[in-house]
């Protein structure tokens, strides 16, 4: 799978090993996401990899694999909650 994903974009490899990149600002001292209309090219690429990443790895799985990965990540769209 990576050199797959190297092949693709050294970008794309970079997000599955650094997990997302989240765009952030310091407002008054505190750390908060900025709005999509204020990335810059350079976020807005960042956040493309991981975009990109997302979709080769799930177009990999099975189906079984893929509501396995679903339910673990968004439990609440495979009817289950976790407290």
Sequence with gaps: MKIF???????????????????????EGKTVLKE???????????????????????SALTLDEFYRYLCVNQPKKCGMSWK
Aim: proline share 2%.
């Design 5 to 27: 994903l190297e092949s693709l974009d050294k970008g794309v490899w970079d997000a599955v090993v650094n997990g997302p990149f989240k765009q952030i600002k310091i407002v």
């Design 36 to 58: 999509f209309s204020q990335w810059t090219l350079d976020e807005n690429k960042r956040a493309y990899y991981v975009v990109r990443a997302k979709n080769i790895i799930s």
